[in-house]
């Protein structure tokens, strides 16, 4: 059997100098994506839950499309475990043995108990929704109609009760759930810079600042996302609308609401200082202690990923995206070239983390480049290189999609809660 076929990560790992036989980089692309879609799932459920459970009241529209966003995105931030590992049959185990003895394990626990704990809370927010539309339905003719009033009836499990009082119980287990999934979300995506940040055998990854820095980043991400989606949708609705003429003054159609993307954006901007703060901490603290390994790990920082660090990550990913949003006359195109750099910018620093850990060699003398594979000319290839990340990427708008069916998040008169 040849090498090729027995070693995981020969096919994209680039030596220099002197590198041990066995190492590769073995976490490629789709480790970075693991952190990169938890981060979002996470993220995504802070910025409804500062509605929920703060009361902020000019999010309210895009707390409620971004909690439902967030029950698309959670199937996902599993999605680059299976695809990376070589026996994915084996993947239910964690879920089935559960415990607390393994970081990989407890992630199961987490991931299972924060699933409950969203899909609880869009039941009571579009309760009174479901029972709605499983009486507008009824007697409607066509298998189309009758196939969806089975579901909304499933959805309402028999719960029909649409009178103040039970609203009002609705509400407040709504708001109960969000307070108990804030600590929860961010458990779920701190976990995983606790995992980097434990590995003592990594000079990089070694800092008790990983799980912090991984969840602000996480929030920053997920805010990002919520509102370029937003925006995205809404004003292709408010376009659609125009196109149309369905007798409304074009001057009357709304698209994302501005006072809505003003507020969220000063959420992302605290969250973002935060973030970098944080971030030239950690940095700052590695070169002020110069421990042993400093030496490879300034070699590293400074010279083989400096583009990628301080170049894309900070500067372009970071800085960039500050400056367009503190400036005044921020306008709406301007926001949303922000924002995708803010996503860019999370990206790479879970690159630079997961790749740039493995970048140098244990003998402290040599390194290894990572060269995503383009073409796939492998089912290993394929899973691990750029239509693997894409795959990743893509899956949470079609699972958005589907949910938002019978879950309709943007629909500004689908709730009143």
Known sequence: MSEELIVHGIEWTVKELFVYPNEYIYWSIQIVMYPYMTGLVAGAFVLSSLYHVFGQKQL??????????????????????????????????????????????AFGIVFTAYALIVL?????????????????????????????????????????????????????????LAAIGIPVACFLHGYAGFIFGSVKANALWMSPLMPVIFIMS?????????????????????????????????????????????????????????????????????????????????????????????VLQYTLGNLVPFVLLILPGRTLKRTVLALLLVLFGVFMMRWNVVIGGQAFSLSFSGYMHYEIPIIPHSLETFKEGLFGALTVIATPFVLFWIINKFVPSLRRDAHKS
């Not at 479901?130 to 719960?159: C, D, W």
């Not at 989606?229 to 001057?251: C, D, L, P």
């Not at 703060?277 to 070169?287: C, K, P, T, V, Y």
């Open 120 to 176: 609880s809370e869009i039941w009571f927010v579009y309760r009174e929704y479901f029972v709605a539309q499983a009486h507008v339905l009824k007697g409607e003719p066509g298998l189309a109609n009758a196939m969806s009033r089975i579901v909304y009836r499933v959805l309402t499990i028999g719960a029909y009760d649409v009178s103040e009082e039970a609203l009002r119980v609705d509400k407040k287990a709504a708001t109960i």
């Open 60 to 105: 309210k529209e895009i707390a409620q499309f971004s909690l439902v966003f967030s029950l698309a995105l959670l199937p996902v931030a599993a999605l680059p475990l299976l695809l990376h590992l070589q026996q994915p049959t084996r993947a239910m185990e964690p879920l089935l043995t559960p415990h607390f003895t393994s970081a990989i394990a």
């Open 218 to 310: 996480a929030v920053v991400s997920g805010i990002a996302l919520c509102m370029l989606t937003y925006i995205i949708i809404m004003e292709w609705q408010a376009f659609r609308r125009r196109r149309k003429g369905s007798g409304v003054e074009a001057s009357e159609i709304k698209g994302a609401e501005k006072e809505t993307i003003n507020q969220a954006t000063r959420y992302l901007l605290g969250f973002l200082i935060a973030a970098i703060s944080l971030e030239m901490l950690d940095l700052i603290f590695r070169g002020y202690t110069a421990m042993k390994s400093w030496d490879i790990l300034r070699s590293v920082m400074y010279g083989k990923d400096f583009v990628n660090i301080f």
